[in-house]
């Protein structure tokens, strides 16, 4: 199994190897500038490592749009999924008031 | 302006000071545990001072919500609202469908 980078430069294993071999240097890259490795690495140790993959995988993530995004983060997704979803429940409140009008206008006929 | 709790315990300023009042112990516990200061300080020197206070809101919301949930963080709140939208989705993909199929018959009358 291949050891991180940060653990391939000191020569020792670390908790994170199992979940990001060390081709992966653009996640690493991310991880280290937006987290700290040591930050990433107590974070793993404090859950079970049957979840450590979903773990790496998220902060692998939130950093990324740290680094897309260096204002705004995941908090960006999450407002856009909001705006989404405010489009979507109204759309449909539409739709639904729409149908029920017809309905009902068919029911007294 | 009170100074940050890590610099008033260091007595001295920091970029954080203007956008997170020492007071605020808890979003600092946040901060600190998830991302360290450094990291926090070094992001904010590297954006614009208009849209620091924005930055520090949503680092500070990413932050409590890995603590809530270590495994997934914001990556869950992504999670979650990606399946309420799919279900929106669907929902207003029926009731548009039902419409259609009213108006349809209506226009052959």
New interface residues.
Partial sequence: MDLCAICKEKRQKCVLTPYLPANKHEKYAYLV????I??VVR?LN??DPS?RQ??V???C??AEA?VRD?????????ND??R??QY??H??QI??R??AM?KHGRSRL
């Avoid at 500038?33 to 700290?36: A, L, S």
């Avoid at 260096?70 to 999450?78: F, K, L, N, R, S």
């Fill in positions: 500038y937006v987290f700290g040591e930050n974070i404090e859950i979840q979903a773990c995988d998220s902060l993530f939130e740290r260096p204002v705004y983060g995941t908090v960006g997704i999450i999924n909001k989404r979803i979507l429940q759309s449909l739709a639904q729409e149908l017809i």
